[in-house]
Structures are given as C-alpha cells and as structure tokens.
C-alpha cells in the first residue's frame, strides 16, 4: 500500500511538458545514426500523468501589457482568429519538444475548429525554445519567424513538429540544410529564406521572445496565456475546453 501511495503521489505531481529553462545536464547518446538522435535520447522530461486526476490549476498573472511586451497586433502573422475574440490564447512552444507535438497534434485541432473558427479564441504563437536540451531550437524558431515574412507561418509550424525526430532535430549545422529544404518545398523563397536566418536580428528576436515569456512566469513548454491564466502541459482537450468555455462567459 505505501509503494503504490507512492506512486500515486508521484503521478500526480508531474507536467506535461518539456523541461524548464533551466534543467539538468542531460545524458545524450554519443551514436548519430541520425542527426535528431542526439536531441530525442536526451530529453529531461517526465511522462504524462494518469487520467482521473485533478486538473492542473491556471496561475493568474498581475497587470502587464501583453500588447507591447509580446508584439500583439491585428496582422499578426502567427496568429489565428479574430483579434477581437473574448479569449486570448497564446502558445509558447518549441519545434523540439515532443509534448509541444503531442498538444499540436492531438489537441491544437480541435480548439481551432471548436473556439478559433467560431470567434471564440484568438490563438496566437510565440516561442520559448529549451535551447540548453533542444540545440536546433533556436534555428527552428527563427525559421518559423523568416517564413511568417512571407506569409508561410502556418504550413512551416506544421512541418516542424510532423518531421522532428525523423529529418531534423539536435545538430544545427546539418539542419539549417535540412529546414531550408524542408521550407523551400512549402513555397518558403530559400534565398531570402536564408539572407533572413544570417541576420543577427533574427535570433535575438527570438531570444526576446524568451526573456518576455520569462517575465510572464513561462518555464517550460508547452505553456499558455489564456487571458491572463498561465496554463503548463499538453493537456487534453477537455481541460482547455472547460477553461475557455469559463472565460468566454465572463
């Protein structure tokens, strides 16, 4: 009875994410019988919790100007829905992390079918990349940042978490290659593609992404803002659905 108390303990206190920015040193595999090997043997995170416990509570946050410190406009090129939704969900993510995936491809769907295209949420990206334990994370993040230049946001983020683990992933010298490639076949113009990854001003963009989603209490991926509530894991849709729901009546 104490071991299985134990266990139960344990389960229930674990995230449904990535490793915060500031994890342990990970152990990594010295084989490269694939570039994304290195990434994916030496990820610090922890399995998901078992279903029938407790939801995770969302953690409000203090008055702050989401608008200036995270670059929010009407345009946004990294955004879905109608500006003027009652929900605001932002999505601090990084292109290496498998529970990132997990919520893109189990979750994501449904919420844009259910709250963005219904008017309900305004869904919008922002990037936090683990680069202590993600060593492409940054390079992902500013190639996401290059083809919302031109309009190709969207079909990027996709192919990031679709080819993780299998083209790309944890040796950035190869994967710039790789993902100018991987761009260049969803229309993304290579030759920009890659002026836009030599500007320095790209990676501190992203960079600045990180600081201000450290200010917003953000410490691991996947996280959320959701007007104002900070709310960690990839989570089933049933969590998201009941928190919207809740805000949208307020």
């Known amino acids: 009875m104490r071991i299985a108390h134990f266990w139960m303990t344990l389960f229930a206190v674990v995230l449904i994410g990535c490793g915060n920015a500031a994890p342990l040193t ?4 010295p084989i490269e019988i694939r570039q994304t090997q290195v990434a994916l043997q ?9 279903a029938g416990l407790a939801e995770p509570t969302a953690t409000a946050l203090p008055a702050i100007d989401l608008v200036t410190l995270l670059n929010l406009t009407d345009d946004d090129p990294r955004a879905l829905g109608n500006p003027d939704a009652p929900v605001l969900m932002i999505e601090f993510t990084d292109y290496e992390c498998p529970f990132c995936a997990r919520f893109v491809s189990a979750t994501r769907p449904r919420i844009v079918s259910e709250f963005v295209e219904t008017g309900i949420v305004r ?11 993600h060593p492409s994370a940054v390079l992902a993040a500013s190639v996401t940042h290059c083809a919302a230049a031109q309009d190709r946001f969207w079909p990027v983020y996709e192919m990031l978490f679709q080819t993780h683990g ?4 944890g040796v950035p010298k190869r994967d710039r290659a790789t993902l100018v490639e991987l761009a260049g076949n969803l229309g993304v113009d290579t030759a ?13 963009a992203v960079l600045a992404e990180v600081e201000a989603a450290s200010r ?3 410490n691991s991926t996947p996280n959320f803002l959701i007007n104002g509530q900070v709310v960690r894991g990839a989570l089933p849709f049933e ?4 928190l919207i729901k809740q805000l949208a009546r307020r």
């Open 42 to 50: 030496g990820l610090p995170t922890v399995p998901p919790a078992p």
């Open 26 to 29: 990970p152990t990594r595999s």
């Open 216 to 218: 917003l209490g953000i």
């Open 123 to 133: 869904l919008v990206v922002r990037d936090f990349p683990l680069s202590s334990i």
């Open 239 to 242: 969590h998201f659905d009941r």
């Open 166 to 169: 299998i083209e790309w992933g």
């Open 192 to 204: 920009q593609l890659n002026a836009c990854l030599d500007d320095p001003a790209t990676e501190a």
